[in-house]
């Protein structure tokens, strides 16, 4: 009967996403006048560019963008990233990639929680960058069973919230009913509360050891710390947050500025100093401040094989390794240095350096109606039978997200650096593998290629 049949996840996660803007924009309001200046930066993008508009529109990945936001959270124990994973598979996000961010110094790893396929990508791409403290990198082992202790006395998710998730899982869905408070439970788990869970001394140890770890102990739940828009063009917003009020942090991380985007280039706006409360110990509620939330801005560019990576990696390398991101000649060098990075979609194609997703063009359906026809992916294209579109990157860099957290922990960020993956520890924390985002893009272009392959072939009567 209708009004039992299950919501499709696509659509639980469109709703919380939702959701989840609506109240960040309440929470934190520049986030608002963010998404207002890429609403019209995006519009004229698209009216400039007719390329660009008429490939995504080619691709479905128009409509999306709109409606396109990542959002960051970090969690305390193993069992809340565990139970974390069950919630986000009731809105088909799966964990997707291992990023190890001890390198920067930064004592978390961490995975984003995404949709998969490419339907439901283009239906809503909302993902969760989700990162797990690592306790056992805090040295002082005082601090550690203090902070271990907090975190173990703390439940970050609504009874309710865990009884939809059980739900969702025996029955492999949830109703409207069901589905519409999932959403309202969920939300609860990444609320800001500016009650602290523990005393200003005990927060000043934990904010002494690494700002991050008395953000992710000292509350009541993992609150969102950014949504994030997508952009058509980042250099645009970045020259006019100024304008709006904003003030943006000073480098955009990332590949430079191309004619062809490639992977991700994100900007952000500085934490917010927010008044907080400390639990002391008579009862009392101590007034404090803490910095956490901010706004972060994303374009996003097409997927790279593992030669195009290799080939981004050492690049960015080379240019770190002569000056530190926020320095004068930073911006040039990155541009002379990504100058060795083709910067036309062929080439790009040609060296086997970036994913592309293969369709019939015009002429080449046409052509599939009557005959049948075959050749190499190289002939195909160059015969105007096969057209190709970019497959565009959905995940994360982790030399950008090191830098997306470091500009938020202000100056006195730290610099120690001490690469300590450790992606089977996580593993089993999650309860899961993580998926491995290479493959996901490769699978595409393959599907692709066999949809067009079969189209050319069969001949209808
Ligand atoms: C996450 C930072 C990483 C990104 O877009 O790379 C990130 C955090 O600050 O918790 O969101
Ligand atoms: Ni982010």
Known sequence: IQTNAFVAKNDIRAQFSQAMSAMYKEEVPAYGALMDLVADVNAVSLEQDKDLHEQLTHTDGLARITEERHGAIRVGTEKELFTLRRLFAVMGMEPVSYYDLSVAGIPVHSTAF?????????????????????????????????????????????????????????????????AAQFVTEALETFRWHSKANIDRELYNRLHDEHRLIADIVSFHGPHINHLTPRTLDIDAVQV????????????????????????????????????????????????????????????RGIALTPKGRALYDELLDKTRAAVRAGEGAYEDLLVESFAAFPDSYEELRAEGLAFFRYSLSEKGAEIAKSVGISGTVDGLLEAGILRMDPIVYEDFLPVSAAGIFQSNLGDGGAEVVYSNPSQAAFEKALGAKVLDELALYAELEQASLTDCYERLSAKSL
């Open 114 to 178: 995404r949709p998969v396929d490419e339907a439901d990508l283009n239906q809503n791409p909302f993902r969760i960058f989700t990162s797990l403290l690592r306790l056992e990198l805090i040295e002082d082992e005082d601090l550690r069973a203090a902070a271990q202790e907090v975190l173990d006395n703390r439940e970050i998710f609504t009874t309710a919230a865990l009884n939809l998730i059980d739900r969702a899982e025996a029955q492999g869905g949830l109703n409207a009913e069901d």
């Open 240 to 299: 006019g947050m100024p304008k709006r009020g904003i003030d943006p942090k000073a480098v955009i991380e990332g590949p430079p500025q191309r004619k062809c985007p490639i992977l991700l280039r994100q900007t952000s706006f500085k934490a917010l100093e927010e008044k907080v409360f400390f639990k002391q110990a008579d009862g009392s509620w101590e007034e404090g401040s803490h910095t956490a939330r901010f706004g972060e801005i994303e374009q």
